[in-house]
């Protein structure tokens, strides 16, 4: 199990090292919606609009990226990995890999809106982990969503529409905690938050784990 | 059939005693108060049926007999009518108590949210042509987005400041602040009202089966 998620891992980490074309395509994405807000907002943000904007784009990035784990690849591919590899490795392997993805992207978009937006972040570290935890929460649910939306049959019209209503929960909790970071305030509370965050994400891949041979199967 | 006849009465006893027994006089609520009789058991009752839809999900998926597919689908259009009612008596209210028809509030977002997921679910169903995968991937997203609801449902109160409904923000715990009067007609209300909704899903899905076998 543990080998197959490797595996599969390393092919999927090593097709995007060679192509670059997710990463790219996500931190251009990232980069033109926070270009378009710094064009459409005239004076500076304050911290709850920054943070809220920063996270909603988050999501819509994620979403994004995440719809690709499945569709991506032909078709007769996946046919070939069903023989090789257990649903729960693939399942695991692309949670992992959305991980990666999706932590690069965050940390690039808060670059981006460090550079254009300006940062009113007063504990950096706790953001970042933050970040990391948020990556770890839209992959760990996202990737569920994205195998239900591709075996539907309707990819991209689909992903937002199921995805966000799933969403609610954890993006509450997360902009809560980051709003914390942000403000530096109420370490005890962040603290609380960050394990909320950490027991939702368990939570939904522990059931994804369980629900994706349903899926996985033709 | 006996419960049946037992959850009509509840539900009519509910209706009439509601209006006519004493209310005690509670700021900001008043008179208003005894839409506590209709409007709270619309959400017991759609929590009720969306369980029920859930756990008719995980049996499909453990059997894959179409039949658990029937109740489950059925279950959650039940459960959506009266989520639809518990939104609308619970604005009016909202209306003549905090002057706003919607108000930023966890239980209402709760409600809302439960209605978004199901709103997709739906939408999921639609998509698909084949009956056994969308039996198939919807039951799997009805189990993942009943979970998620809960989540919501459960952390979401606890992270808000304040609430307009009981037992948060200094606003009178319900079941607590309830009178002994009120209970002897909020109980009954709850329990007839899911009698009621379990009734009419049992309808829903009898007609549901007898349509899928005439077009065979």
Known sequence: MISEVRFLLHKDLSLELRRMHHINGLLLFVLGTVFLCFLSFQSKLEPEKWNALFWIIQLFAAVHASGHSFSGEHPNRHIYYYSIASPGAILLSKTIYNFILLLITGIGSYAAFWLLLGSPVMNVPVFLGIIALAALGFASILTLVAAIAWRSGHNFSLMAILSFPVMYPFMIALIKASLLSVTNAGAASLLGLMLVLLLISFLANALAFILFPYLWKE | ?216
């Open chain 2, 1 to 216: 059939m006996w419960w049946k006849i037992l959850g009509l009465i509840l539900v009519l006893y509910s209706l009439i005693a509601g209006l006519l027994i004493p209310v005690p006089d509670l700021p900001v609520v008043h008179e208003s108060i005894r839409n506590i009789f209709y409007h709270v058991c619309m959400w017991f009752t759609l929590l009720t049926l969306l369980t029920i839809s859930m756990v008719n999900a995980i049996r499909y998926l453990s059997g894959f007999d179409e039949k658990n597919d029937f109740r489950s689908v059925e279950a959650a259009a039940t459960g959506v009518a009266f989520g639809i009612l518990g939104l609308v008596t619970g604005s009016i209210w909202a209306r003549f108590t905090w002057g706003a028809f919607w108000t930023n509030d966890p239980q209402l977002n709760g409600a809302a949210v439960s209605m978004l997921i199901y709103a997709a679910y739906f939408v999921l169903r639609g998509s698909m042509n084949d009956s056994e995968k969308r039996a198939r991937i919807s039951a799997v997203y009805n189990i993942f987005a009943y979970i998620m609801m809960l989540i919501f449902l459960l952390i979401l109160p606890k992270l808000a400041v304040g609430s307009v409904h009981p037992g948060k923000g200094g606003n009178p715990m319900a079941l607590v602040g309830l009178d002994t009067t009120m209970r002897l007609v909020f109980y009954p209300a709850v329990i007839g009202w899911i009698i009621i909704g379990v009734w009419i899903y049992q309808l829903k899905l009898r007609f549901r089966m007898i349509n899928e076998l005439n077009e065979r």
